[in-house]
C-alpha cells in the first residue's frame, strides 16, 4: 500500500533563515505531488504541484520554492524565512492518471520567530 | 474566481445527534467534489462525488452532491465524540484541488 512521509512535525525557526521541508511516497510510480500551507481556521491553500521529475508549477507567488530531484520525493524550501511563512505545511500525492483522490501526509507546523 | 464555501463554520453537537454539514462551490471545470476528515493532523480522505444525485455511503456518514445546485451535503447520523474534527470539502478541477474554510465539530458526550 501507498504510504507518504512528511518531516519533521514540528520546526522553530527564526526570521531570514533558510527551510527545507521533505516529502517522499512509497508505494507509487509517477505520483502527483503537492504542497499546500492551512492557516489557522482557514482551508488548505495549494502552493505548488508536480506532474513529474522536475516539473513544478507554482500557485501563489510567495517566498518559497519547490523541487521534485526524484519520482517519490518533493521539497519546499525557501532561501530567507519571513514571518508570514508561518503556518501548517502539508504535502499530498495522487495517482499520475489524475481524477483520483489526493492523500495527505501528516504536515509540518512551522513557525517563524 | 474559483471558490468552495463551507457551512456551518462551527458546530456543537450531542452523542447521538445527527448532522449535515453543506458545500457549495463556483469553480469552472468541475471534475470532482470531495470530503476530508482533519483531526490533528493529515486530512483523511472520506468520499469523492462526481456525479449528480448518487448518495456515497460509509458506515454513519453519508454525502451527495447536486451538480445543479452546485452543493454537496456530507451527514453524520449517530454522531459519536470520535467523529469531532474539521470537515474538509474541496472541488477538483485538472489536478488541482480548492478547499473550503471547513467545519469544526464538536461532539459533546
Known amino acids: 500500500s501507498q504510504t507518504i512521509h512528511q518531516w519533521p512535525a514540528t520546526l522553530v525557526q527564526p526570521v531570514g533563515s533558510p527551510l527545507s521541508l521533505e516529502c517522499t511516497v512509497e508505494?507509487?510510480?509517477?505520483?502527483?505531488l503537492y504542497w499546500y500551507r492551512q492557516a489557522a481556521g482557514r482551508g488548505l491553500q495549494l502552493l505548488f504541484y508536480?506532474?513529474?521529475?522536475?516539473?513544478i508549477s507554482s500557485e501563489v507567488p510567495q517566498n518559497l520554492s519547490a523541487s521534485r530531484p526524484q519520482d517519490r520525493q518533493f521539497i519546499l524550501s525557501s532561501k530567507k524565512l519571513l514571518l508570514s511563512d508561518s503556518g501548517f505545511y502539508l504535502c499530498?500525492?495522487?495517482?499520475?492518471?489524475?481524477?483520483?483522490?489526493?492523500?495527505f501526509g501528516d504536515g509540518t507546523r512551522l513557525s517563524i520567530l | 474566481e474559483d471558490k468552495v464555501v463551507q457551512s456551518p463554520l462551527s458546530l456543537v453537537v450531542h452523542e447521538g445527534d445527527t448532522v449535515t454539514l453543506n458545500c457549495s462551490y463556483e469553480?469552472?471545470?468541475?471534475?470532482?467534489l470531495l470530503w476530508y476528515k482533519q483531526e490533528k493532523k493529515a486530512p483523511t480522505f472520506l468520499f469523492m462525488l462526481?456525479?449528480?444525485?448518487i448518495e456515497k455511503k460509509s458506515g454513519r456518514l453519508s454525502s451527495i452532491l447536486d451538480k445543479k445546485e452546485l452543493s454537496s451535503i456530507l451527514n453524520i447520523t449517530a454522531t459519536q465524540t470520535g467523529d469531532s474534527a474539521i470537515y474538509l470539502c474541496?472541488?477538483?478541477?485538472?489536478?488541482?484541488?480548492?478547499f473550503g474554510a471547513g467545519t469544526i465539530l464538536r461532539v459533546k458526550s
Open positions: 499530498a500525492w495522487s495517482e499520475g492518471a489524475g481524477g483520483q483522490p489526493q492523500h
Open positions: 508505494g507509487t510510480s509517477n505520483p502527483n
Open positions: 508536480s506532474v513529474g521529475i522536475g516539473q
Open positions: 469553480v469552472t471545470n468541475f471534475r470532482s
Open positions: 462526481t456525479s449528480s444525485g
Open positions: 474541496a472541488v477538483q478541477y485538472g489536478n488541482k484541488l480548492v
